[in-house]
């Protein structure tokens, strides 16, 4: 009866057969869920790795804790999708890559960060499906982009908790999805240095009522406010 395991790395090695069910017995990642012991409930990555593969932990869906060590630096695509029982992830201090579609159709609920330059250091969304953001265990319902950034990644899609969001001037590119399914986003300061929405930015951001597209915006993508039904001006 197995609730809780610690190991170096997911499969058989770093490098091979990556996906966790295979110590189990498991013959292939989308099948894995199928072998593990039914009252696994915890894993932890031991102190060291430095990478959850793609597809590690795909559909284990009983699992609700993952406990990754401050030595990881990269998650990649599809890690964590279909956990069901995952309903919170902390941002690893030294992750510097995320990969797409790590969380969807998770339970996740609850991301934490040390601080949103770390939000969008790491590249990717890390909300799943949707979910809020909590910074040093503080609710985030207002964020200012950090500086630096000439194009917005698409690190806040999905992300349920944002209702403002503020744009530095120098950003020229709002990245295609930048603000994809935030829900709650009501608020959006776009500067004059902006010349380029890319395709679903502002998607089902269901809650904005108001934008106003600066004059230099010399393209703007397909879908970019689609099914924004509170929108009424822009």
């Keep these: 009866n197995i609730e809780e395991i610690t190991v170096p790395f997911t499969g058989e090695s770093a490098t091979t057969k990556t996906y966790f069910g295979y110590i189990f017995g498991a013959t292939a990642y989308d099948k894995q869920y199928i072998n593990l012991p039914l009252e696994l409930r915890t894993v932890?990555?031991?102190?060291?790795?430095t990478k959850v593969p793609d597809y590690a932990f795909y559909n284990c869906e009983n699992i609700e804790n993952f406990n990754l060590p401050s030595t990881i630096t990269s998650i990649s695509y599809y890690a964590f999708?279909?956990?069901?029982?995952?309903t919170e992830f902390t941002i690893p201090d030294n992750l510097t890559s995320l990969g797409s579609d790590v969380f969807t159709n998770s339970g996740l609920t609850r991301v934490n960060a040390?601080?949103?330059?770390k939000v969008f250091a790491v590249g990717g969304s890390p909300f799943g499906s949707g979910a809020d953001l909590y910074i040093k265990g503080k609710l985030v319902t207002?964020?200012?982009?950090?500086?630096?950034?000439t194009t917005i990644n698409r690190a806040l899609s999905y992300c349920n908790s944002v209702t403002k969001v503020t744009i530095p001037d120098g950003v020229k590119t709002i990245g295609d999805s930048a603000f994809y399914r935030c829900s709650s986003l009501t608020e959006v300061v776009i500067p004059d240095s902006?010349?380029?929405i890319g395709q679903y930015a502002f998607y089902r951001c269901s809650s904005l009522t108001?934008?106003?597209?600066?004059?230099?915006?010399?393209?703007?993508?397909n879908s970019a406010f689609y099914d924004c039904s509170g929108l009424t001006e822009i």
């Excluded at 207002?142 to 950034?149: D, K, L, N, R």
């Design 44 to 49: 932890n990555l031991a102190e060291g790795a």
């Design 81 to 86: 999708n279909g956990c069901d029982k995952l």
């Design 114 to 117: 040390s601080s949103i330059d």
């Design 142 to 149: 207002e964020v200012t982009i950090p500086t630096g950034y």
């Design 194 to 196: 902006v010349t380029s």
């Design 210 to 221: 108001e934008v106003v597209i600066p004059d230099g915006v010399t393209s703007i993508g």
